[in-house]
C-alpha cells in the first residue's frame, strides 16, 4: 500500500508518502504559512521526492482536526478529488491522535493534555497517558473555555500541541505530522468513502435560518 497523507489542521501544515511494504515514510514537506499554503503543490512537491507516480497512490489519509477548519476542508476536497480520478481508499485520522504519537515519538512520556485553540476564547482538550509502548486516551476531546483551561494549567497540567508554547509558560509545542498520520492510517482498515469525510468539530451547528422571501401580492 501506498499512501499519501494529508495534515493542514494546524498552522504548519505538511503532506507525505508512505509504503507499507517497508513501513516506511518516502518523503514529507512540511511547510508554516497556515492558508498561504497550496495543497497541490505540497503533493507534488512529496511525489517526485518520492519517485511516486499519482496513480500509485492507493490511499489517501487525512487529518480530520480539530483545528484549522479551513485548512481541514482543503485537505479533504483534494482527498475527495484523488478518489473521484483515481479510485483509491480514504481514511480520517484524528490530529488530536496524530499529536499524541507524535510526542511519543519525541519521548515525551507520562500524562499530557493535547490543546488546539478552538477560537471564541475556548480550546479542545483531550488528556492522554503516554508511554515507551504506546499511548492511550484516558479522557475525551471537549471543548472548554480559557478560564478553565489556564485553571489547570496552574494546577499543574502539561499541555502539548501546536500553539501550546504560545498559550502557556510550560506547554510544549507539538504539531501533528502528516508522516506520523501516515503511519497511523497504516495501520488501520476503517476506510470510508471521501464525501462522507468530515473535520472534527464538536460545536452545535450556530446559524439562523433565513425567512422565505416574500411574493408579490402578499
Not at 494529508?6 to 515514510?25: H, I, K
Not at 471564541?120 to 473555555?145: H, M, Q
Not at 502539561?158 to 507539538?174: H, L, Q, S, T, V
Amino acid at each position: 500500500m501506498t499512501i499519501l497523507a494529508l495534515e493542514f489542521s494546524s498552522p504548519q501544515r505538511s503532506a507525505a508518502v508512505l509504503r507499507t511494504d517497508g513501513a516506511r515514510v518516502a518523503a514529507e514537506a512540511v511547510e508554516s504559512g497556515g492558508r498561504g499554503t497550496v495543497a497541490l503543490g505540497m503533493i507534488g512537491k512529496v511525489l517526485a521526492e518520492a519517485n511516486v507516480g499519482r496513480e500509485e497512490i492507493d490511499t489517501v489519509a487525512v487529518g480530520l482536526g480539530p483545528g484549522s477548519y479551513t485548512g481541514v476542508r482543503a485537505a479533504i476536497s483534494a482527498a475527495q478529488g484523488w478518489q473521484l480520478a483515481w479510485k483509491i481508499k480514504t481514511i480520517g485520522v484524528s490530529s488530536v491522535e496524530a499529536i499524541a504519537a507524535q510526542a511519543q515519538a519525541e519521548n515525551i512520556l507520562g500524562r499530557v493534555s493535547v490543546v488546539i485553540d478552538a477560537q471564541r476564547g475556548e480550546f479542545y482538550l483531550a488528556v492522554f497517558e503516554i508511554s515507551a509502548g504506546g499511548w492511550k486516551e484516558i479522557k475525551p476531546l471537549k471543548i472548554l473555555p480559557l478560564a478553565e483551561v489556564r485553571r489547570r494549567a496552574d494546577a499543574g497540567e502539561f499541555f502539548i500541541g501546536p500553539e501550546a508554547a504560545n498559550k502557556f509558560p510550560d506547554g510544549r509545542m507539538i504539531f501533528p505530522r502528516a508522516a506520523m498520520l501516515a503511519k497511523l492510517a497504516a495501520g488501520r482498515k476503517d476506510f470510508v468513502a471521501g464525501e462522507t469525510l468530515e473535520p472534527v468539530y464538536l460545536r452545535e451547528a450556530d446559524f439562523v435560518k433565513s425567512q422565505p422571501g416574500r411574493t408579490s401580492g402578499s
